[in-house]
């Protein structure tokens, strides 16, 4: 099996589109990232991000997020527009552009979690509510699967929603990242960034930190990381057992990175085979993981989607 991850170059016709109105020369256009959005470097520092259709929603939540964690003292890159600008059906908005960066060092990324959980919860920011079962439906029925292996993911992620409901949650909710993962964090001459706000949301603390810790157990990253993470968060998070269950639902997300392309449908056909116990996994889920992922290539620049340690463009 396989999930489809488009190209990016179909964001082409509406970020040509978008930039008229916007006033942004289009013509160099760079694609650097696609999975799920397209993400364009323009001249004159200008990152363009193009939305899936159907997300006006989650957009205009990224800019007005964007302006409020900037004014909390929280790093991030501002809009170059107060408002998406719709084109060919999609949002696009437009970011100033960060330059050449790399993801940043755990303990400048979790300084800036932590910051960002222990902010006020704002009463005129209406973020959405944190789901991560949200896009499940729908990113399975965008597998490349057979029928059998569609029904395993869905009843698969209905155990896992169950468990969810169920945990007993240590902190209280508070504004989240909601995809806190090295891609998305970003070291630069001029400081540390956290990027890509799109999930921004009122959710629990323990999703953010769990990535390190996901990142160290599914893709290899170094415990080093992870010790350095917990150490400046103020405490790690895997002797909390609902790690395991945010683990294991991260891991079921972590399919969609998956492209048709021959090289990575292997991956992904040993992805579902491990969540499956069927291929190098331990059947016992509170047991740490026995297997590896290899990351999953999912842009222009090269970059995989889920790889913890290579350098990332800015946005």
């Given at each position: 099996?396989?999930?489809?991850?488009?190209?990016?170059?179909?964001?082409?016709?509406?970020?040509?589109?978008?930039?008229?109105?916007?006033?942004?020369?289009?013509?160099?256009?760079?694609?650097?990232?696609?999975?799920?959005?397209?993400?364009?470097?323009?001249?004159?520092?200008?990152?363009?991000?193009?939305?899936?259709?159907?997300?006006?929603?989650?957009?205009?939540?990224?800019?007005?997020?964007?302006?409020?964690?900037?004014?909390?003292?929280?790093?991030?890159?501002?809009?170059?527009?107060?408002?998406?600008?719709?084109?060919?059906?999609?949002?696009?908005t437009?970011?100033t552009?960060?330059?050449?960066?790399?993801?940043?060092?755990?303990?400048?990324?979790?300084?800036?979690?932590?910051?960002?959980?222990?902010?006020?919860?704002?009463?005129?920011?209406?973020?959405?509510?944190?789901?991560?079962?949200?896009?499940?439906?729908?990113?399975?029925?965008?597998?490349?699967?057979?029928?059998?292996?569609?029904?395993?993911?869905?009843?698969?992620?209905?155990?896992?929603?169950?468990?969810?409901?169920?945990?007993?949650?240590?902190?209280?909710?508070?504004v989240?990242?909601?995809?806190?993962?090295?891609?998305?964090?970003?070291?630069?001459?001029?400081?540390?960034f956290?990027?890509?706000?799109?999930?921004?949301?009122?959710?629990?603390?323990?999703?953010?930190?769990?990535?390190?810790?996901?990142?160290r157990?599914?893709?290899?990253?170094?415990?080093?990381?992870?010790?350095?993470?917990?150490?400046?968060?103020?405490?790690?998070?895997?002797?909390?057992?609902?790690?395991?269950?945010?683990?294991?639902?991260?891991s079921?997300?972590?399919?969609?990175?998956?492209?048709?392309?021959?090289?990575?449908?292997?991956?992904?056909?040993?992805?579902?085979?491990?969540?499956?116990?069927?291929?190098?996994?331990?059947?016992?889920?509170?047991?740490?993981?026995?297997?590896?992922?290899?990351?999953?290539?999912?842009?222009?620049?090269?970059?995989p989607?889920?790889e913890?340690?290579?350098?990332?463009?800015?946005?």
């Amino acid at each position: 099996m396989s999930t489809l991850t488009h190209s990016g170059e179909e964001t082409l016709p509406a970020l040509l589109e978008a930039c008229l109105p916007a006033g942004f020369d289009a013509s160099q256009a760079q694609l650097i990232r696609a999975l799920d959005n397209g993400i364009w470097r323009l001249t004159d520092g200008i990152i363009a991000r193009v939305h899936q259709p159907g997300t006006m929603d989650s957009a205009r939540t990224e800019i007005s997020g964007a302006y409020w964690l900037y004014g909390n003292g929280i790093p991030v890159p501002l809009p170059r527009r107060p408002e998406p600008v719709v084109a060919d059906g999609r949002p696009v908005t437009f970011w100033t552009d960060l330059g050449p960066g790399a993801p940043a060092n755990p303990a400048d990324a979790a300084r800036l979690l932590r910051t960002l959980h222990h902010l006020p919860v704002p009463a005129d920011l209406r973020l959405p509510s944190h789901d991560p079962f949200a896009r499940f439906r729908a990113q399975i029925a965008a597998t490349h699967a057979t029928s059998e292996e569609k029904s395993w993911l869905t009843a698969h992620a209905c155990q896992l929603r169950e468990l969810w409901l169920a945990l007993d949650w240590p902190t209280p909710r508070c504004v989240i990242h909601g995809d806190a993962g090295p891609g998305n964090t970003m070291g630069t001459t001029a400081g540390t960034f956290l990027i890509d706000w799109e999930r921004l949301s009122i959710g629990r603390r323990e999703w953010d930190q769990a990535t390190a810790a996901w990142h160290r157990d599914l893709f290899g990253a170094s415990s080093d990381d992870y010790t350095a993470f917990a150490r400046v968060y103020g405490h790690g998070i895997t002797t909390w057992p609902g790690y395991h269950v945010i683990r294991d639902i991260r891991s079921l997300c972590a399919l969609r990175h998956a492209t048709a392309s021959p090289e990575v449908r292997a991956e992904a056909d040993h992805r579902l085979s491990c969540l499956r116990n069927t291929a190098g996994a331990t059947p016992e889920p509170w047991i740490g993981r026995t297997w590896q992922w290899a990351p999953c290539a999912a842009g222009a620049d090269g970059r995989p989607a889920d790889e913890p340690t290579r350098p990332c463009p800015g946005t």
